[in-house]
Antibody
Framework: EVQLLESGGNLVQPGGSLRLSCAAS????????MSWVRQAPGKGLEWVST???????YFAASVEGRFTISRDNSKNTLYLQMNSLRAEDTAEYYC???????????????WGQGTLVTISS | EIVLTQSPATLSLSPGESVTLSCRAS??????LAWYQHKPGQAPRLLVY???NRATGIPARFSGSGSGTDFTLTISSLEPEDFAVYYC?????????FGQGTRLEIK
């Protein structure tokens, strides 16, 4: 059974840093693209970042230069390092797996339950 | 960036009714369009991918159609558990984008 378990969410002051983790199990982690998607309070889903199996990374413009995505295939874990945090980064952060696709990265077929990040002084 | 516009924003319907949700893209996404269901406190769930393919375990009452810039998700005979927020999402080009969502409420 595919499982994704996020952790690391917390209350942080503006300008601070935080690292989220996503522990994966039930599939060959190294073979899949993995992503972070967030939902701010009262808002819709927003894609944040993706790392493909080969290591190439992609970021939303709103987090480019502040966030870093990485993976440790030996630990089956995905990370999101968030620096220079802003109030608008407050959100539930979901880890999601991309299905295998013939072209590009596939749709998000499995999601974690989310971890809450709150940026406030 | 490809902008996805969903309509309507909110729908109020009764169980047993059928509904069609719309998603329009600002430029062609070919067929790289997915639909998700999201309930409060739960993980989003993939319903349909690549415009019309139902994801594993999704009931047949959910169906997707469309190509290019116009897509629909139809739910025939709503069940009580179908009341949620629905999002479309494109993977045609970076950045990946989602629509703003359609909230399906019980009348």
């Amino acid at each position: 059974e595919v499982q994704l378990l996020e952790s690391g969410g917390n209350l942080v002051q503006p300008g601070g840093s935080l690292r989220l983790s996503c522990a994966a199990s039930g599939f060959t982690f190294s073979s899949y693209a993995m992503s972070w998607v967030r939902q701010a309070p009262g808002k819709g889903l927003e894609w944040v970042s993706t790392i493909v199996s080969g290591g190439t990374t992609y970021f939303a413009a709103s987090v480019e230069g502040r966030f870093t995505i990485s993976r440790d295939n030996s630990k089956n874990t995905l990370y999101l390092q968030m620096n220079s945090l802003r109030a608008e980064d407050t959100a539930e952060y979901y880890c999601a797996r991309s299905a295998v696709a013939a072209a590009g990265t596939g749709p998000f077929d499995y999601w974690g339950q989310g971890t809450l990040v709150t940026i406030s002084s | 960036e490809i902008v996805l516009t969903q309509s309507p924003a909110t729908l109020s319907l009764s169980p047993g009714e059928s509904v069609t949700l719309s998603c329009r893209a600002s430029q062609s996404v070919i067929s790289y369009l997915a639909w998700y269901q999201h309930k409060p406190g739960q993980a989003p769930r993939l319903l349909v991918y690549d415009a019309f393919n139902r994801a594993t375990g999704i009931p047949a009452r959910f169906s997707g159609s469309g190509s290019g810039t116009d897509f629909t998700l139809t739910i025939s005979s709503l069940e009580p558990e179908d009341f949620a927020v629905y999002y479309c999402q494109q993977r045609r080009s970076w950045p990946i984008t989602f629509g703003q969502g359609t909230r399906l409420e019980i009348k």
